[in-house]
């Protein structure tokens, strides 16, 4: 039974190219399927032959001019190009559905692991303003199967990434995420099991979205927008999207299966690329010096002047714990009066102009040489979508007040959707990056965007009489992913980093599509506290997004220090992840152990490439707050059968003993097992080590253990 209904339109299924009038061209060098078991490489390939057949049977619904539309069936098909390349076959059609506006579907498919994904654009090319466009529903597709179940995570702040695994028989499930931070609260990331498979589903879009699953008999159905509200006409020269849709559809109803068929191929063809000739990216490490001034420091990178740095770096090197990054934060730029920032950094950004005070002539770009010479790349904070005190920006630096609206206090959202805002701000940026030798741009956003989208959607509407809701943060949206493909292109140009630290007040902005520029090196504020809450989300978001980082220290606040002396082994082995961030006061913490800091940063080292492999949590997930029991997590690399397996006894456990079973290995070979602590090692086959397991033995609460396992 086909396991895709499509709600839209039926059509028979073509999988050998694009049909009739497509062009379809061959590609040397294309990549084997993958032999994951679970892969589903039949359902993807049939969705994708037949919207290559008829491209209007694509799965979006909306409204033109108060008439309701499903996919783009009754409009002209113009034009349709099908390309096979090395990775899959690429689709686009373009259709006319009137003398202004067309539509243009584009779609790929993924030969590795049969992922599909498409997005749909609106453009009016013609001479006056479109018809209304409302009701946008970028995806209304229904998937076949008894006994659904969505399991997934929810999004930051509140909810910090909380598991969830919920039935769905005839039940409706909705998230809105309405704020245009698009992964605070909600998470846009779906794992829906239906019948025998399930499928992997995500939405790239940056801004508000929302997601419904409404379950029918044996058909759950997905209803998902972006644009939340969207009803606006297009003026000429305009275009608008809906958000990238992605399937990655699976076999069986294996949790950790489809996780990591989803890892390995969010990894291979999600992730940005390190640099210009295209070389993936590594597991990294990063620090910064704030803390480690002797100044008073309101977070970020206030603290730091000219003449703060050098002992840090000297004492980093001396003691052979250098990392891969300087992370240069907050509080380094100009106020909009021009005047140096003792504190705020958050009420006064906008200008992108080094503090010359704290930093005169070049002695920001001679730090970063010196640590350039010690072997670390510098990344440095920006917040482009805000400004503040926009009639000083205006006087001083040439800021256009037209291209801000009123967000809070003196906090005003930059309007990236307008193209001379948008070359305002990257102007900005990039002369600051080049001139200071800076590898790597760090992005953050600290307040909800809707309230000034909003604001300007009234403007144009007061202006032009015309419907106009939603219009600002579609633009707004495409503004912003076109910076960030700008600023990687001038770091391409220049030998940086092509890839972005993506950071909105913690995770605000890990959709999709914004994971294909950035990466989230910090995947929560929040996850600057409790050994507990780094547990609680590292085996809910890992799942989702395999490549980001935490930090390295134990705090109530987010913003206290860590424990004097340094972090623990316990600490510090809760926070492998691929990006791992060191926090501590290098210089003026008098207690700081340095033997251990190159001990736990030795470790991580030496076991970060399993940390991007196959990941197994072998307890249940719990909540932050709760340190009352076991986790354990297994980072398997199934190429080489090499593992690795954490097991933290949390801070309240009552249990001194938990027995780990590691079902994922081959059951006929012989694996050496060593307890990483003690060099205990001991040689058991895959089937003992699935059937028997591993017995750990920690007396104390708060206490961790790691075992490396070898195939012989």
Not at 175 to 180: A, E, I, Q, R
Not at 308 to 322: G, N
Request: proline content about 5%.
């Amino acid at each position: 039974m086909r396991r895709f209904i499509f709600l839209l339109f039926f059509a028979s299924i073509f999988l050998a190219g694009c049909g009739n009038g497509g062009v379809v061209n061959s590609s040397k060098g294309k990549v084997a399927p993958t032999d994951r078991a679970c892969a589903d490489l039949q359902t993807g390939a049939e969705m994708f032959g037949i919207w290559a057949e008829d491209p209007s049977a694509v799965p979006v619904s909306f409204v033109y001019d108060g008439v309701p539309v499903k996919g783009l069936k009754g409009f002209e098909l113009v034009s349709k190009d099908c390309k096979t390349e090395a990775s899959g076959k690429s689709l686009t059609a373009t259709f006319r559905m009137d003398e202004n506006l067309t539509a243009t579907v584009e779609a790929f498919l993924n030969s590795e692991f049969g992922e599909l994904e498409y997005t749909v654009w609106f453009e009016n090319s013609g001479s006056a303003p479109s018809k209304t466009l409302s009701g946008l529903n970028s995806a209304v597709i229904g998937f076949n199967g008894v006994d659904p179940i969505l399991r997934g995570c929810l999004g930051d702040l509140q909810n910090k990434y909380a598991d969830y695994q919920t039935p769905l028989k005839d039940t409706t499930v909705t998230f809105v995420s309405p704020f245009g931070r698009a992964t605070h609260v909600y998470f846009p990331y779906f794992d829906l099991v239906h019948g025998d498979g399930g499928t992997l589903l995500a939405l790239g879009w940056a801004g508000t979205w929302s997601a419904e699953f409404k379950s029918e008999g044996d058909v759950t159905t997905l209803t998902a927008a972006n644009c939340i509200g969207f009803d606006s006409v297009l003026i000429p020269g305009e275009k608008i999207r809906t958000a990238l849709v992605v399937m990655l559809p699976y076999k069986g109803r294996d949790r950790d299966a489809a996780t990591n068929l989803w890892r390995e191929w969010f990894i291979k063809y999600n992730m940005p690329a390190a640099d210009a000739q295209g070389n993936r990216i590594k597991p990294f490490s990063t620090t910064c010096f704030a803390a480690d001034t002797g100044l008073p420091n309101s977070d970020g990178s206030i603290s730091e002047r000219f003449y703060t740095w050098k002992r840090t770096l000297e004492r980093l090197v001396y003691e052979d714990v250098v990392p891969d990054f300087r992370w240069f934060d907050a509080g380094w730029y100009f106020d909009a009066r021009g005047n140096t920032v003792p504190s705020d950094w958050y009420g006064t950004v906008g200008t992108w102009e080094l503090d010359t005070v704290k930093w005169p002539g070049k002695t920001f770009l001679e730090s970063n040489e010196a640590c350039h010479k010690a072997g670390m790349k510098v990344l440095t904070w920006f917040e482009p979508e805000s400004v503040c005190d926009v009639e000083d920006l205006a006087k001083n630096y040439g800021y256009n007040p037209q291209w801000a609206d009123h967000n809070h206090g003196n906090r005003y959202t930059n309007n990236l959707g307008n193209k001379d805002c948008l070359e305002w701000t990257l102007a900005r940026i990039i002369k600051m990056m080049g001139e200071n030798g800076v590898d790597l741009f760090r992005e953050d956003n600290n307040s909800n965007p809707v309230k000034a989208w909003t604001g300007f959607d009234a403007k144009t509407a007061e202006k032009t009489g015309l419907p106009r809701t939603g219009i600002t943060e579609n633009l707004a949206i495409q503004g912003h992913y076109e910076l960030w493909d700008r600023i990687i292109e001038f770091c391409g140009e220049n030998g940086k980093c092509t890839y972005i630290d993506n950071c909105a007040s913690g995770g605000g902005r890990n959709d999709i599509e914004s994971l294909r520029r950035s990466l989230p090196f910090m995947r929560s504020d929040a996850d600057r506290t409790t050994t507990a809450l780094r547990l609680s989300m590292t085996t809910s978001f890992n799942r989702w997004v395999p490549f980001h980082g935490a930090n390295t220290k134990e705090s109530q606040g987010q913003l206290d220090p860590g424990l004097a002396g340094g972090s623990t082994f316990y600490i510090t082995r809760a926070s492998w992840l691929p990006v791992y961030n060191i926090s501590e006061v290098f210089t003026h913490d008098v207690q700081l152990d340095y033997d251990r800091l190159r001990a736990t940063f030795g470790e991580w080292k030496k076991y970060n490439h399993l940390l991007i492999k196959d990941m197994y949590p072998l307890t249940p997930w719990h909540r932050p707050e709760d340190d009352s029991n076991w986790t354990a997590i297994a980072w398997h690399d199934r190429e080489t059968g090499e593992a690795v397996l954490q097991a933290f006894r949390q801070e309240t456990c009552q249990e001194p003993e938990y027995t780990a079973f590691l079902k994922f290995l081959d059951p006929s070979r012989n694996y050496k097992v060593t307890n990483v602590d003690t060099d205990e090692t001991v040689v058991k086959t895959g089937s003992a080590l699935a059937s028997e397991g591993i017995k750990i033995s920690l007396p104390e609460p708060k206490s961790s253990a790691v075992y490396h396992i070898l195939p012989e």
